[in-house]
């Protein structure tokens, strides 16, 4: 994928109904950082064999803009356990009436979180080895609240990240 490849409109979708095989989204090459903007990122099936991650010793951001009265629910891992898969931020900056889930608790990227507009539902438990937050919905990185909504989903969740409240947040 080069930079900005995709179409802003897009809903990337990974996996397939099937459940046989995960789809990969890899944003950086060895020579640079790309950052994208879509639409919303989604699973077909279970999507738990889906990844979205850096590739790029710098950090790459993926925008997810959800459309107004639209849900999205991605299921897969953001990050991974090969060089620079955990250098990913991710940026939600959606409409106030549109919903983007996030329901893994296999994401392991270390870049920020940021929710400036729209709906970020948190669908996943997040997972500890010996006290330290190894990963979760939100990866293991700062979650920077900047606005909009910040929900719960499927129960009540825990966010253990470092959280950074702006005073423009509400």
């Known amino acids: 994928l080069t930079a900005a490849a995709l179409p802003t409109a897009t809903v990337v979708v990974l996996s397939d109904t099937n459940n046989d095989s995960g789809g ?32 790029f010793s710098g950090t790459s951001t993926l925008t997810v803009n959800v459309a107004s009265g639209s849900s999205v629910t991605y299921a897969g891992a953001l990050g991974g356990a090969g060089t620079n898969q955990n250098n990913l931020n991710l940026t939600f900056n959606g409409s106030t009436t549109g919903t983007e889930t996030l329901s893994s608790t296999a994401s392991t990227y270390t870049g920020t979180t940021t929710l400036i507009t729209g709906n970020l539902a948190v669908g ?9 937050l190894t990963s979760g919905p939100i ?14 989903s499927g129960g009540a969740r825990n966010i253990d990240n470092v959280i950074l409240l702006n005073n423009n947040a509400t």
Not at 124 to 132: P, R
Not at 139 to 151: A, D, R, S
């Open 24 to 55: 990969q989204l890899i944003l950086g090459t060895s020579a640079a950082t790309q950052n994208q903007t879509v639409a919303g990122l989604a699973s077909a099936g279970t999507g738990t064999t889906s990844i979205v991650n850096g590739g």
């Open 124 to 132: 996943a438990a997040e997972t500890f080895n010996t006290g330290t």
């Open 139 to 152: 990866g293991t990185g700062t979650f920077i609240f900047n606005g909009g909504t910040l929900l719960a």
